[in-house]
Each structure stands twice: as structure tokens, then as C-alpha cells.
């Protein structure tokens, strides 16, 4: 589970989605408590649940989870529950239940891949979110491995000593030999986006150093029902139009073009707004923009 730096869960993202789509949600409770194991639970409603929907339950207590219903009767449906539950504990979710049986229209699992997709596109035209990774230049390597959730480098010390960002064809003009040459110490360093997304300093380390990286960073590419979101809960809105973009730029009963272009738009202007209020506030000085 992704704790997510605010309040906003996929789940109630996803939910919104549906409903701007005029799609209906589960949006029921427990009736009756219900122990850890596979049972089956009796709800006020059992409506848009169908075998293989993805459902949160306890939503704001400690034992919240997601579960998947594997069976649907009259006023109960069965899963197979890690934690206990009391009655009236919540249960919700984006199941778009049309055309379930037959023809799904979108599962969870593919609206929550538009989620994260959706995130990390944003993440990767807004660079607000940064992590510090600790990494060894390794002896003898030109190129050195881009920490894994890395979108761009913006600073990089190599003990304590910033190195300074130069592109591959300045270094050649400074010194043709230097991909060859072996370096005492490094004092500036490259990336290569091009085709090994990688990068490396002004030379081939004679040695290991150690070196600290400061980067732009991207969320998972798996998210759950119960994740939050790297972003800050201000900014979740956008994604959710880059969703229901995905939705309806998809062939089947809800492709609509025109609804696809509108929240298009609508998260492209997020972007925008986004990026013009960190320059506004002094966030982006210094940084280079993608």
C-alpha cells in the first residue's frame, strides 16, 4: 500500500470518474460484522456487484482493504476478507457493472493502470516531487545506473562536492579524448536521454565514489485500490480527466471523441497551472525544464 503524501485514495478517484461517466458505483454498507476469512456478508444493497468486482471495505478505519467478490445474493455477497469487520463499515467502489456478464466495459485493474499512467505522465511534465538517492560510481564505467524511479536529474555531489551538468557534446568540446581518458575525480556529469537513459561523469572513474542524487521522481506503475497518490491532493483532480480521457478515447459504448478532447484539455491545463504556480513561487529556480 502506497500511503500517498495526502488523503485521496484511488478508490474514491476512480469513483468520482465513474460518475462523471454516468456510471453507477457500489455505495453501500455492512449489515452485520463479519470475521477475517471467506464468508459471505449481508449489505444494504448489493447493487452494481457481480463476481470478480473489486470492492473497498472499512473505508477510515484501521482494518480497510479491498476485496474481490466472489459470489452475489440476495442482500449479501461473499470475498474472502483479511481483516474482521464491524456493521456499517462502507463498502465502495468503481465496478462499472454494465455489460459486466457479457462485454466488460473497463475492470478495475485497467482504470487503475489509466491511474498510475496518468500520475506519472503528469509527474513527467511537472517535476514536483523530488527523491534523494545515495549511489557509488562504479570504477571503471563510463555510464552509471539512473536510480529506478527516477525521472531527471537535477544535482549531483560526489563527496560533497557538486558536480556540475554538461552535455555529452560540451565535454567533447572541452576534450575530445575524455570517453577514453580515467579520471581522478569527477567534476561534472552527463545524461544520456537518448537510448540508454542513463549517465555517467567527465571520464572513466579510476575508483568507487560515492555520490549523492537529486531527482525528479515518478510513482508506481502498479497501483491498488487502497493507494494514495504521490502528488499532493490539490492536484489529484487533473488526474482524474486523464482517466476518463483514457475511458473515452477507448472503442466500445463509451468512446466519444469530443468528451476525450475536453479532458484532455482539462488535464493538460492542470499541467500548466501547476507549473506556472511553482515558477510563480521560486520552486523551479535553478532547475532546468524538460
Known amino acids: ?149 527516477a525521472i531527471e536529474i537535477n544535482h549531483i555531489s560526489c563527496q560533497g562536492v557538486r558536480l556540475y551538468e554538461l552535455t555529452q557534446t560540451e565535454l567533447t568540446m572541452r576534450d575530445r579524448n575524455w570517453k577514453v581518458e580515467t579520471l581522478l575525480t569527477p567534476t561534472a556529469f552527463f545524461e544520456d536521454r537518448t537510448g540508454l537513459y542513463k549517465w555517467g561523469v567527465n571520464g572513466i572513474p579510476r575508483s568507487n565514489f560515492p555520490c549523492e542524487i537529486l531527482a525528479s521522481i515518478r510513482d508506481s506503475d502498479s497501483l491498488t485500490l487502497l493507494d494514495g497518490f504521490a502528488i499532493p491532493d490539490i492536484l489529484v483532480h487533473f488526474l482524474k480527466y486523464k482517466v476518463m480521457q483514457d475511458c473515452y478515447s477507448k472503442d466500445g459504448v463509451l468512446s466519444d471523441p469530443q468528451r476525450a478532447a475536453y479532458c484532455g484539455e482539462r488535464f493538460d491545463r492542470g499541467v500548466v497551472a501547476t507549473q506556472r504556480w511553482l515558477d510563480a513561487t521560486g520552486a523551479t529556480k535553478g532547475m532546468r525544464r524538460s
Request: with cysteine; charged share 5%; glycine share 8%.
Open 1 to 149: 500500500m502506497i500511503p500517498g503524501i495526502g488523503q485521496r485514495t484511488t478508490n474514491d478517484v476512480l469513483i468520482e470518474a465513474s460518475l462523471q461517466m454516468a456510471q453507477p458505483v457500489v455505495w453501500t454498507s455492512i449489515t452485520a460484522p463479519v470475521v477475517a476469512g471467506t464468508h459471505s456478508v449481508t449489505v444494504g444493497s448489493t447493487s452494481n456487484m457481480y463476481i470478480g468486482a473489486q470492492v473497498v471495505i472499512g473505508f477510515g478505519t484501521a482494518n480497510v482493504e479491498a476485496v474481490t467478490i466472489s459470489n452475489v445474493g440476495a442482500g449479501a455477497f461473499a470475498a474472502t476478507f483479511a481483516n474482521s469487520h464491524a456493521s456499517g463499515e462502507a463498502v465502495t467502489g468503481s465496478t462499472f457493472a454494465s455489460q459486466a456478464a457479457t462485454d466488460p466495459i473497463f475492470t478495475t485493474n485497467e482504470l487503475l493502470r489509466y491511474l498510475s499512467c496518468a500520475q506519472n505522465e503528469f509527474l513527467s511534465k511537472v517535476a514536483c516531487i523530488f527523491g534523494v538517492f545515495n549511489q557509488t560510481i562504479a570504477i571503471n564505467e563510463l555510464y552509471q545506473a539512473t536510480p529506478p524511479t
